[in-house]
């Protein structure tokens, strides 16, 4: 491959000459590529021509770093990741390393760029990251400019790590034609004069995997021959292949990685055979296969694991109930992430939750244990020596706690508590459509699980043997009303803003506490058939009473860790959706909202993502779902019995 390039632009005088003896030897036993590319277009499935904006082709070029290790980008798009080679110099130094991306309408167009260190042999550090929107490349058009970005710190976007120097540009469709044609001409252009013999083509016609098409290849040149040169260019050929692929699939087996076309339309078999060419310049390319940027960016020694515990990555339940990795959906980058678990935790949970013996272990007294581990946690918590565990708190989730939107500053709490109940400066999450009351939003952040029906969440996600409505709420709360409604679960980790938030707008009714033991709320417990985390937790059920949604049942649960859950909201109250409603002390735990039936129609792609068994990571304030139900104006609430 080499360090060239097919395209004009400034590669800079200071590139190297050519790559290093082991730079070549790493490409030589590299992982095919073109695997790479099938893999993308099962994720794509069944591609509309109206829905294929381009193909995206993002270069990392150069960097400067102020760190003194060397490092790894990763490109994650989607469900999709892709990680460079490690890099040979430490500091500031040119690059090159390149990914090809289909850029779907609707589909997920934001790019991260992660950066790790390479300092560690299991985990690689995290030091900075950079997000592009490949559509505002494609609204400038299909140039290759260079851009420098800045590598902000994952804890504190103010904080600057480095600079990247990247390309970005998007083919349209009628360039990614071009280029599919271009691909085909130089497999069997052995002089690369750019026109084909018709030994030449007839060879390309062969490797098409068409029998049919090859017994009639003398037919297909004349055909491709417009001009009767005696040779096939590339226009000529583009134009064979757009006629004969709409008539008759011209080519049955892709040229590259062998794989059956035909299964959809030309378009799709177009986009799959360019991802599997040699992707565009003649630079390295960027290697795939993974989900996350944390997978792709561990160490060799944790590879070696992965070949022991076959297939432990996976989307969905797999991944709570028999894996040891959990993957969630962020709904504002659309892209799939990791939930940073200590490995000693996840392996208790599976024993405890995912076992009979486990089971019996809680049947014997493991239920008073937790409650007891989970009070004198609480009172540590409090108590000023806490205080010096909040850095290192900060550090281990530094991807995932924004330290720059904390309304007082971290030096200000004199307990690991007061931290974990911090307030976050005004703004800091915007309230979606504040002035329509038939919205509901999202009351925390949190990883969110959204069911049109309870049947429904019972079928993808809680797997607890006897979990009801009438468990969840109780006889007192529990109204005919709530059978077969809808169901959302907001599940908080220890790392989230531990503030929950009003809904929805309208009338408190009631607050009835429901004591119960502390089971974890992580999906390892919530997936098992032993427990029903839901139903025996300690909660507090809250009815809020709205005119756009008839009533809805708003349940603060505890878990394991969690001190104790506090209301500021009082009964009687009027209460306007985003309002801050209670918080959580230390601990992960949950909230779940229980709409009537028929009052609500979900976010479509919150439940989608339930219905694949998948998690998405919402802030509070982001929409949730709209009324369905009607507005009479009996339902309107009586202000004058209202306290402010």
Not at 340 to 345: G, T
Not at 571 to 599: A, N, P, R, W
């Amino acid at each position: 491959m080499g360090n060239g390039t097919s395209r004009p632009g400034g590669r800079g005088k200071d590139a190297p000459a050519k790559w290093s003896r082991l730079s070549r030897f790493r490409r030589r036993i590299r992982r095919d590529d073109s695997r790479d590319a099938v893999a993308d277009m099962h994720l794509l499935k069944n591609l509309a021509a109206e829905d294929f904006v381009g193909i995206s082709l993002v270069e990392i070029i150069g960097a400067e770093m102020k760190f003194k290790d060397r490092w790894l980008a990763c490109l994650s798009l989607g469900e999709r990741t892709y990680r460079t080679d490690i890099s040979d110099q430490r500091f500031s130094f040119w690059y090159y390393q390149e990914k090809k991306v289909v850029l779907e309408r609707d589909g997920p167009h934001i790019a991260r760029i992660s950066v790790f260190e390479t300092n560690k042999l299991k985990r690689n550090n995290l030091v900075g990251y950079c997000e592009i929107d490949l559509l505002e490349a494609l609204n400038l058009g299909s140039g290759n400019e260079v851009t420098v970005v800045s590598l902000i710190d994952p804890s504190s976007p103010s904080t600057v790590v480095g600079n990247l120097s990247l390309s970005c540009c998007v083919e349209d469709p009628i360039e990614t034609e071009q280029s599919f044609a271009r691909h085909l001409l130089a497999l069997v252009d052995y002089n690369a004069d750019g026109k084909l013999t018709h030994d030449e083509f007839s060879d390309l016609v062969k490797a098409f995997g068409n029998q049919a098409a090859a017994s009639k290849k003398e037919e297909l040149f004349k055909l491709a021959d417009s001009n009767g040169d005696g040779v096939v260019d590339m226009d000529e050929l583009a134009t064979l292949l757009a006629i004969e692929q709409e008539e008759e699939s011209l080519i049955s087996n892709c040229p590259v990685c062998g794989e059956s076309l035909g299964k959809y339309d030309r378009l799709n078999d177009v986009i799959h055979m360019t991802l599997c060419f040699d992707e565009g310049t003649g630079n390295q390319i960027m290697t795939g296969g993974f989900l996350t940027d944390v997978q792709a960016s561990y160490g060799w020694m944790f590879k070696l694991s992965e070949w022991t515990h076959y297939s432990s990555y996976g989307i969905g339940l797999k991944s709570g109930s028999s894996a040891s990795h959990i993957l969630v959906f962020d709904r504002r980058t659309r892209r799939l992430v990791e939930e940073i678990i200590d490995e000693k935790i996840i392996l208790s949970m599976r024993a405890i939750y995912q076992s009979k013996v486990g089971l019996k272990l809680i049947d014997k007294g493991a239920k008073e244990l937790l409650h007891n581990l989970s009070e004198k946690q609480g009172r540590h918590m409090n108590s000023p020596e806490s205080a010096k565990d909040i850095p290192k708190f900060i550090e281990f989730f530094k991807d995932q706690i924004n330290v720059d939107e904390i309304k007082h500053p971290i030096d200000s709490f004199k307990t690991f508590n007061e931290f974990f109940i911090r307030e976050l400066k005004p703004g800091a999450r915007p309230i979606a459509h504040e002035e329509c009351d038939d919205i509901a939003i999202c009351a925390a952040d949190s990883r969110l699980m959204a069911f049109t029906t309870i049947d429904d969440s019972i079928r993808f996600w809680i797997k607890g043997r006897k979990f009801s409505v009438q468990g969840l709420l109780g006889v007192e709360l529990c109204s005919s009303a709530f059978i077969g409604g809808s169901l959302v679960i907001f599940r908080l980790a220890p790392q989230d803003y531990h503030r929950y938030h009003v809904p929805v707008s309208g009338i408190i009714e009631d607050f009835v506490d429901i004591p119960g033991s502390l089971y974890t709320v992580n999906p390892i417990a919530v997936n098992s058939k032993y427990c029903n985390v839901f139903t025996e937790n300690k909660r507090v059920v809250s009815i809020i009473s709205t005119s756009e949604f008839g009533k809805v049942a708003f349940v603060a649960i505890g878990a394991t860790m969690v001190g104790s859950i506090t209301f500021i909201r009082q009964k009687g109250d009027y209460v306007q959706k985003g309002d801050e409603f209670g918080y959580f002390s230390f601990g992960g735990s949950t909230v779940i909202c229980v709409f009537e039936k028929d009052s609500i129609e979900l976010d479509e792609d919150l439940t989608a993502n339930s219905q694949r068994s998948l998690e998405t990571l919402v802030s509070v304030g982001m929409p949730l779902g709209v009324a369905k139900r009607k507005l009479f104006p009996a339902e309107i609430p009586n202000l004058d019995k209202c306290s402010l």
